[in-house]
């Protein structure tokens, strides 16, 4: 069963990279309205969608508990909610344009995903209750929603930024894309050296002047405190930290970013223009205000869901497991934080000055903040929530 | 109040954008689409503006000021993440060292700033109570003028109002009185209120999508007060207990109303035998018996029946059995019994045998309860066995004599008088773990280890928290709210007869793409041309 729920995922990814060459096909049709393209792209994307559902139904079977209990989990789930809001607001609005980049960012996700570890772990005692299937599920599905202003937002700046000239605007486009670019980079290469089956060991001392050993699935750039490498003929590191750091976290942070930077410039010198300029043409049929207004839409449907599995179910099940509704755990705050930013949002949306681009950037650090709270407040920062 | 006449002949408040009966912009020159928000009503906050307490009113009704509020609250928050909290520091972490030691230089700095203690700070309560107060005052400053507003609109329109709508748009028909007709009926169809005066329409439908910020509101400031309550005395109870398996002990705040008794703790961990193929994989990569399954505590819950008298057993009744487990609280009343923490294989008996050195005889054993041990124990034939004195956690103190530094029996140490029909007037022996000190000199008998009793606690919190239901309507006040004025939307169109020609304005507060998917259905099988949205035109 757990073969055959992998294999659907499997094929849910390949879905999703085929119809999105479909709706690229579609733009040179129209951006709006149904065409031919565009019918294949969103077939293609429901029969993916379908595909995920049989993954997570099937190792829902095989665990015994819905799949969400993980990041790979969670984080796979995430993604089908992306698709399933994106399948909603195609049907309501027909803009080909946010497919392009929708189903892209659902593949980065779910790719995302699988870096973590893929195996069905059982339920520690804290998750064992059906809350976790109405709490984590809501605030996906919540989340997702809210991510599709980001997608419009996005869209909406690489269209209306002047890339005529540098800029602070194009500067911080250019960031966000680059970003983008170092998750794929990121991605790339943990698969890469994964599947070599790269490990590098080393013997340190960490702070408390305790000797562990550290595994490394990247070449060390960065070495732990009073690092060993114990394996050979591997790379050495460059450089030492202290003992308080996390040096293989570090790592990975540094692999990223130079990967990031590589196949940034990678990309520039073949296409010769700052991406954000690259992608223009491609969105220049788009309507501004439309695109505005499903950024805005999107938000105004996402809020209250988020607010019901974020925070509201969030204190429900906290009251039962934790013994209290709130503890100021960091996943907590950051979901608060989430609303909070949101409900600035749509205060804003208020003021005509704040409608437009300003809107579309607030989308992006939204989103910013939603991806914080998935993925760094798990890694990072340390909680009541750090299952995975 | 000062007030100020329209061309209509309407009485206006001062600060009143668009007049209140006719809808004519008061600003003529402005040709810009008409800011709608509120209607254009004047609010309290902007006629009002002398005393202390306007300007008190005026900063707190501004959503300028409250955007900005949430922001600061927003970054706090963020920061108070950085590290863990003080109060959420491991048991084991000496809070006074914990962030230099932890995160170094920054740790001492956030420690020394106060972000270790963000979110019991006086200032991050202070943001929440302005937030409170900003929620109050924005939503009375907005609320009545509004309702007012909407309660008496007119239904013909000054034509400055519709021109500058961000949906207009004009057609010359022949039959114009039918036109009107036609449409009308597409509304009632799409299930708009309409209203009609001189041939004019106004149709509208979901004014109460309008009231959903306000309910919202309602909701956030039920859900702070909910949160304030907890501090008043009596509503919220946090408290921990610890009960040792066959242990019966009165439920703290409960006043020794409660008694519970532990009967068994389990805890149980995912074995790769037991469990199925499926999770072999995680078993394998955190370790076998690593990955906790079960905390369990089996309990039986007794209510004291009569008064509480000093010095006399309490007598109990059983009120039932019941496994806590995480995630299933035991709850009666209105307490609650979590299942938090545990201690495995505690020592709860020291088991012993009499022995003559000399033959190797044994005698016993006798069991030594380590919680409440008994002072004599009769062994029958003349052999007797006292406890002279007992240290739970034994070490020498600072004059070095035998002291115990808790009343956990970490370390038990005994001084048993042993009394034998050879030894009538007794021996004494100091026994400890690995120790055996005869202080007489030489003993006949001695006491010789013969095992150990263990037994598990269960650390439970008892919570009482009478401020859940308030929490509970707040919150379902504010999904009623935003649900309601984020799922529906309020749209209003105009059709007017304007000499000869047919004016149509269209408003609504959020999704105009909805409205004019709607208003192509409407106006699809009449003549007259759909307005045109003179936003976008201005952008294109």
Redesign the interface.
Known sequence: M?ELSSNFLFISFICYIVATFFFGGSMKVNDQGPNRWATIGISITILGFLSQITYFITRWI???HAPVSNLFEFITFFGMMLILAFILIHFI?RLNIIGLFALPIAIIIIAYATVF?H????L???L??Y?LHIHVTTAALGEAILAISFITGLIYLIKNINQSKSTKKTFWLEAVLYFLITVVAFILISTAFNASGYEAKYNWVN?DGVKEEMIYNLPSIVGPHKGELTTEGKFEALAEM?A?INAKKLNTVIWSIFAGIALYLVIRLIIRKRIGAFLQPFVQKV????LD??G??AV??G??VF??GGL?FA?IWA???W???W????KE??A??TW??Y??FL??R???NWQ?EKSAWLAVIGFAIIMFNLIA?NLI???LHSYA | METFKCECGHLNHVGTVICESCGKPQDETATDLLDMKYEGTARRSIVNNQTFIDKVWMFFSSVKVAVVIIIITLIAAALGTIFPQRDLLPPTADPATYYQDEYGTFGKIYDFIGLDNTFNSWWFMLLVASIGISLVICSLDRIVPLYKALNKQTVTRHPGFLTRQRMFGTTKVENITEEIEKAKKNLIKKRYKIREENGNILAEKGRFSRWGPYVNHIGLIIFLIGVMLRYVPGMYLDKALWVQEGELKPIVGTNQNYYIKLNDFHMETYNKKTEGKVYEEAIERFGNDKIPKNYQADVTLYKRQGNLIPGEEPKLTKVKDYNIRVNEPLKFQHFALYQVDYKIGEFSAFLFTLEDKKTGKKLGPLKVDLQNPKEVYDLKNGYKVELRNYFPDFYFNSDGVPDTKTRKPNNPAFVFKMTTPETPKGEVAFVAIKQNIEPDGVNKYKMTFAGIETKDSTGLTVRKDLTLWLLGIGGTIFMIGVIQGMYWYHRRVWIQNQDGEIWIAAFTNKNYYGLKQELKKVLGDTKIELPIDQQSEKSV
Do not use: C, N
């Open positions: 757990y095989a665990a015994g609005y570890p195996e069905i772990k059982p520690v005692p804290s064992k209750s809350w702070k202290p308080l309507d501004s205000d439309l207004e499903i805005y839409r105004a449907i809020f209250p607010t019901l509201i204190m009251q039962i497991a013994t209290r509704f503890s100021w755990d960091p705050d950051w608060l934080i909070l930013f409900a600035v205060h804003l208020f003021k005509r437009g407040v920062i340390a909680g």
